[in-house]
């Protein structure tokens, strides 16, 4: 365990249980597998929980799975049968989910618990690969409908805290995410893209914070991101870290194929 002040990271998920799958998509995964399992030598110290900003959980409110025992959400389809089986039993911690939840209210954000929520494959995919003993307790938070960045910008400001006491806070999306065309198609807009984010993010603090705003100005954006479910939660962990430097554990020029994707580490 630990109180030093933790990172926060914007992790690309990938697609689907890939994890679960590496004996068949290990030569399209490999990078991101490796960036995922080095996590906890960058940070150098078990976190006391994680926080996972999922995008695939949104609410009217902004909602926390509370559950001590979460179960599994198999939220894909068209994978082999033993996918819709796999377990990742990571306990959760209702006590995390009831400080957030406090911290949220206090910063004028309704949030509600909801104790039968399931990690659902942002979380276990993201998580496995990182703690693969399923030994760090792990609550869930939705992103918010509506999906305003400046909104769930100040809500990443508001877990900031969180940081000092030993809560590793993920935002778990993809860089590029637009499923129709999720090949060859989409190649010229995720590097368009993906060249604008990474450099935003190396902007400094105040600037990368107002062009992240504005993200949907950007090249290729809504090519990119026809909707913003997966993005979302870097704004989150943004806001959680928002005066530190970012770096790029991960990044492809050629995910699947054609396309490029990163991932961010902030402090």
Same mark, same amino acid.
């Given at each position: 365990?630990?109180?030093q002040?933790?990172?926060?990271?914007?992790?690309?998920h990938?697609?689907?249980p890939?994890?679960?799958?590496?004996?068949?998509?290990?030569?399209?995964?490999?990078?991101?597998?490796? #960036?995922?399992?080095?996590?906890p030598?960058? *940070?150098? $110290?078990?976190?006391?929980?994680?926080? $996972? *900003?999922t995008a695939?959980?949104?609410?009217?409110?902004?909602m926390?799975?509370?559950?001590?025992?979460?179960?599994?959400?198999?939220?894909?389809?068209?994978?082999?049968?033993h996918t819709?089986?796999?377990?990742? #039993?990571?306990?959760?911690?209702?006590?995390?989910a009831?400080?957030?939840?406090?911290?949220?209210?206090?910063?004028?954000?309704?949030?509600?618990?909801?104790?039968?929520?399931g990690?659902d494959?942002?979380?276990?995919?993201?998580?496995?690969p990182?703690?693969?003993?399923?030994?760090?307790?792990?609550?869930?938070? #939705?992103?918010?409908?509506?999906?305003?960045?400046?909104?769930?910008?100040?809500?990443?400001?508001?877990?900031a805290?969180?940081?000092?006491?030993?809560?590793?806070i993920?935002?778990?999306?993809?860089?590029?995410?637009?499923?129709?065309?999720?090949?060859a198609?989409?190649? &010229?807009?995720?590097?368009?893209?993906?060249?604008?984010?990474?450099?935003?993010?190396?902007?400094?603090?105040?600037?990368?914070?107002?062009?992240?705003?504005?993200?949907?100005e950007?090249?290729?954006?809504?090519?990119?991101?026809?909707?913003?479910?997966?993005?979302?939660?870097?704004?989150?962990?943004?806001? &959680?870290?928002?005066?530190?430097?970012?770096?790029?554990?991960?990044?492809?020029?050629?995910?699947?194929?054609?396309?490029?994707?990163?991932?961010?580490?902030?402090?």
């Amino acid at each position: 365990m630990t109180t030093q002040k933790l990172p926060t990271y914007f992790l690309s998920h990938g697609g689907g249980p890939w994890p679960f799958m590496m004996d068949q998509v290990g030569h399209l995964y490999g990078k991101l597998d490796a #960036s995922l399992r080095d996590i906890p030598r960058q *940070i150098g $110290v078990t976190p006391k929980a994680v926080l $996972v *900003i999922t995008a695939h959980w949104e609410g009217r409110d902004f909602m926390l799975s509370s559950s001590a025992k979460p179960p599994m959400i198999y939220d894909y389809g068209g994978f082999p049968p033993h996918t819709y089986q796999v377990q990742y #039993s990571a306990p959760g911690s209702p006590a995390l989910a009831a400080q957030v939840q406090q911290l949220l209210q206090a910063g004028g954000h309704a949030a509600l618990l909801d104790p039968e929520r399931g990690f659902d494959h942002g979380t276990f995919s993201a998580m496995y690969p990182v703690y693969p003993d399923a030994d760090v307790p792990i609550v869930q938070l #939705s992103l918010k409908y509506g999906l305003d960045p400046q909104t769930h910008l100040e809500v990443g400001r508001l877990l900031a805290p969180l940081r000092e006491q030993g809560v590793l806070i993920v935002g778990s999306g993809l860089s590029y995410h637009n499923l129709r065309a999720f090949n060859a198609a989409g190649a &010229a807009a995720s590097h368009a893209f993906d060249d604008w984010l990474r450099q935003t993010m190396a902007l400094p603090p105040q600037q990368r914070s107002a062009q992240l705003m504005k993200w949907d100005e950007a090249p290729a954006a809504r090519m990119a991101h026809p909707r913003e479910e997966h993005l979302l939660p870097l704004m989150v962990v943004l806001g &959680a870290a928002e005066n530190d430097d970012a770096s790029v554990p991960y990044h492809e020029d050629a995910f699947m194929g054609t396309l490029a994707v990163s991932s961010f580490k902030l402090g």
